[in-house]
């Protein structure tokens, strides 16, 4: 592989990204919405009804908001994973996926370049939800802000990740709905993101399993506690081997024939 | 004689149980126009989605430069220009942009880019549209940003897979003028597929593909003294067995 156009083709695939999501602005609106009714309107409500005794990484008890700040940045970034899903297809249907695949690089290098663009922007959505939620006392210490960066980067590519492998499984943009119903918020209420694990597991055993071998749940507590500057090795190790498994199942089942016709 | 840039031998492709390519072989060569005449469906698209990686290979060779396609992708690649059937533009992005995207995807510097998205936008008279988004463009327009965008990097071989269809005949006869002259100056071997007659002249090479097989290779005399016909329409109506709808 030529490193210079490696390099040329990266920066051509994160400037289209780019320019695509400052022309979308409803996007990034709708991606900071979401988030920050769950910050202000459900956390609220939920303050009073779900007691959040000391847990790792915190030091002392915390509010709800504070709690859920992390889960609702990795929500972010499943939604943005799986709008990259959704570009996927729209490309691939439109015909503007011919223009990255006919170009002269691997096409493995072809599809992480393009998921690396998208994860990088989700980041400018993280940071700006954390910055309104110190509106909310959710107030990680300062150098929180910076630890957090590779941790939301390595959940961003994982989500991508996800997203690039159901862009090869869905042959319709009409059948996007289904994801919401069967990938984001499967993913996101079976997880750590609003309620500790040990609440679900006096609920109930068996969610609290699949809470456990959700992948999304290593991502939420990896974030939660890069954003307090410690390092969660078991979230960490857990993060990377489901950032392998998607990658090469996406990268594997990536036919380029759809996109020829 | 001139070697031939890219060589097509014997080349089949099946889609599940449907044979749509069988034994295709042909060659272009440098600075000349090689017409791939066929009705729908005759395997011209599928023919185009191996010669750029699309589609794999399923028995036969491709050739570029001498070197097979497996050993040559990259390299090919690189000196490959296509205009698909179907617009493959991006419609959120302005015309200038697509044509950065497309310089940056071949390894161009900003400033060579810079350069060459102007030469192209002057030659194809779109400079007015250039910070113009592709959404607002009529289909002229588009076709012809299409265009620019597959000779901004000067490649070797350039692929029009039906690159008119849908334009009125001003536009379309404009289109062709600018491709031959760039085929002729740059020495671009051009490879494109049509099922419109007019858009044929009497050199250029001519591939007859029907039902996946090469019926005929020539020029367009022979084409029609090879069906035994007075005019174009009639030789690939009677080589393709289409029925005339006369009104």
């Known amino acids: ?261 | 004689m001139t070697d031939a840039v890219l060589k097509v031998f014997d080349v089949e492709f099946s889609y599940a149980k449907r044979k749509a390519l069988c034994g295709a072989s042909l060659e272009l060569l440098p600075g000349k126009v090689t017409m791939l005449l066929g009705p729908n469906g005759a395997g011209k698209s599928t023919l185009f989605g191996l010669l750029t990686g699309l589609l794999d290979l399923q028995r036969g060779e491709i050739h570029f430069e001498a070197r097979s396609l497996q050993e040559s992708r990259a390299s090919l690649l690189l000196q490959l220009g296509v205009v698909f059937q179907q617009s493959t533009l991006d419609l959120d992005l302005t015309v200038e942009q697509n044509l950065r995207y497309h310089a940056a995807l071949r390894g161009m510097s900003s400033a060579e880019a810079g350069n060459r998205i102007r030469e192209e936008l002057e030659r194809f008279a779109l400079i007015e549209q250039a910070k113009d988004s592709v959404r607002s463009l009529n289909g002229g327009h588009r076709r012809r940003v299409e265009l620019a965008r597959a000779l901004l990097h000067r490649p070797k071989v350039l692929l029009l897979d039906e690159p008119t269809v849908g334009l009125d005949a001003h536009t379309r006869q404009r289109l062709a003028e600018t491709v031959r002259q760039r085929c002729v100056d740059s020495d671009v071997a051009v490879l494109w597929a049509t099922h419109l007659m007019d858009e044929i002249e009497d050199e250029d090479q001519i591939y007859l593909l029907h039902k996946g097989s090469i019926e005929f290779s020539g020029k367009a005399a022979e084409l029609k003294q090879h069906a035994g016909t007075d005019t174009l329409v009639s030789a690939f109506n009677k080589l393709t067995q289409f029925e005339e709808v006369r009104v």
């Not at chain 1, 972010?76 to 799986?82: D, P, S």
């Not at chain 1, 957090?148 to 709905?177: D, R």
């Open chain 1, 1 to 261: 592989m030529n490193l210079r156009i490696a390099t040329s083709a990266f920066n051509g695939i994160l400037v289209r990204e780019f320019l695509r999501f400052v022309q979308q602005r409803s996007r990034f609106l709708s991606a900071l919405v979401r988030p920050l009714l769950w910050l202000l309107v459900f956390a609220a409500g939920f303050r009073a009804a779900l007691g959040i005794a000391i847990i790792e990484p915190y030091e002392t008890y915390i509010t709800y908001e504070v709690y859920i700040a992390p889960g609702l940045c990795c929500m972010i970034l499943l939604f943005n994973g799986m709008q990259g899903s959704l570009a996927m297809v729209y490309d691939r249907e439109m015909g503007s996926m011919k223009v990255l695949l006919v170009s002269p690089l691997p096409r493995p290098f072809l599809l992480v370049a393009k998921m690396t663009a998208t994860s990088l922007i989700s980041l400018v959505q993280v940071y700006a939800f954390l910055i309104i939620a110190l509106a909310v006392d959710v107030t990680p210490p300062l150098l929180g802000y910076l630890t957090v960066l590779p941790a939301l980067f390595l959940v961003a590519l994982l989500l991508s990740a996800i997203g690039l492998f159901l862009s090869t499984q869905i042959k319709q943009l009409e059948n996007f709905a289904g994801v919401m119903n069967f990938v984001i918020f499967p993913m996101f209420f079976l997880s750590s993101a609003l309620y500790p694990l040990w609440k679900m597991q006096e609920s109930s055993e068996l969610l609290y399993w699949i809470c456990l071998f959700n992948p999304f749940t290593h991502a939420v507590e990896l974030v939660r506690h890069a954003l307090y500057a410690s390092l969660n090795l078991e979230a960490l190790g857990w993060t990377l081997v489901a950032l392998a498994v998607a990658l090469s199942a996406g990268i594997l089942s990536f036919k380029p024939s759809r996109a020829a016709g």
